[in-house]
């Protein structure tokens, strides 16, 4: 049960959490859960798989629930061609439009991108310029982890950094700083070694955690300090 489960992530030590909409539905869920529980924030926004039927007063609902007091960011916003659900074309529509509209109501962006690296950074660079925000799940090379850095955009690092596999992400968070580095769970997907496969949850970050503080030769009391500096600096929390 849902209040079960936030009731025992809460009483482990989280402090709080920002529900992410992937669609208008579930955006409005995540602004209806964070009116019940007060550590828990929103962030509203349509997800590129689901954008075939998106519409303008999609973004007038978006902007309305955007006014809500506990929204703190626009997402999850981008592009996924993984699946090729949706035209590139539309995808890269409803990205910048949700990316104007986050400039307009002066909040930061959560980025989804997967096999899109090219695509995301051109349009980051032309749209999301001066914004604040976290790509998310992120999944490309060192480089442009460097270059998103640059742009003064966080990157969020989640269960995969505990998989034997992820040798590129495990770079990354060698080499990039501390100051740039988000918490994030991608719930339900992506649990962290040694629950892989299971429901992810917000209780398993601790082994997010100690992953990034054995890679950084640092302990994880820093690894939590910063992390959640970076992301009450990000959300204005």
């Not at 074309?89 to 990316?99: S, V």
């Not at 769970?185 to 429901?199: E, N, S, V």
Request: charged fraction near 25%.
């Amino acid at each position: 049960d849902r209040d079960t489960l936030l009731g025992e992530i809460f009483s482990s030590g989280i402090c709080c959490i920002t529900d992410v909409g992937a669609s208008v539905k579930s955006s409005k869920s995540a602004v209806a859960l964070s009116k019940k529980w007060p550590q828990i924030y929103a962030a509203v926004g349509v997800h590129p798989d689901s954008t075939a039927d998106m519409t303008e007063e999609d973004i007038e609902t978006l902007r309305s629930l955007a006014q809500e007091k506990k929204v703190v960011a626009i997402g999850e916003i981008g592009l996924d061609y993984y699946w090729d659900k949706e035209g590139h074309d539309l995808q890269k529509h409803w990205f910048i439009r949700q990316l104007d509209l986050a400039r307009e109501m002066n909040k930061p962006v959560m980025i989804h991108s997967r096999e899109a690296a090219a695509d995301t950074m051109e349009i980051m660079k032309e749209h999301g310029k001066g914004l604040k925000g976290v790509i998310h799940c992120y999944s490309y090379s060192l480089e442009m982890a460097r270059e998103y850095v640059k742009m003064g955009y966080y990157i969020g690092v989640g269960g995969v950094v505990t998989f034997k596999n992820s040798k590129k992400l495990k770079e990354i968070v060698e080499e990039i700083p501390l100051e740039s580095i988000v918490l994030e769970t991608d719930c339900p997907y992506l649990a962290p070694i040694p629950f892989r496969g299971k429901r992810n949850s917000s209780l398993y970050l601790p082994y997010v955690v100690e992953a990034i503080a054995e890679l950084k030769g640092i302990s994880a009391e820093q690894v939590i300090e910063q992390t959640e500096k970076n992301a009450r600096d990000l959300y204005q929390l």
